[in-house]
């Protein structure tokens, strides 16, 4: 999942653009991004999964 959310940064979008689009803390975006953070809860894959459609849209558009 971090390496996916450090995908989508290098392509524009912001840890605030993909936590909104996730349902998740921001700061749990940034602890991935930033490699602080080993682990996430299943529910917080889950949300990502669900919204991993609209990221690559957004991705795309940036």
Known sequence: MAEQLRS???????????????????????ALLHGKRGRVRAETLYKFMLAKPGLDEMRKSG
């Open 8 to 30: 989508y940064r290098s392509h524009g979008v912001s840890a605030a653009e993909m936590a909104r689009r996730i349902g998740c803390d921001r700061q749990v975006v940034d």
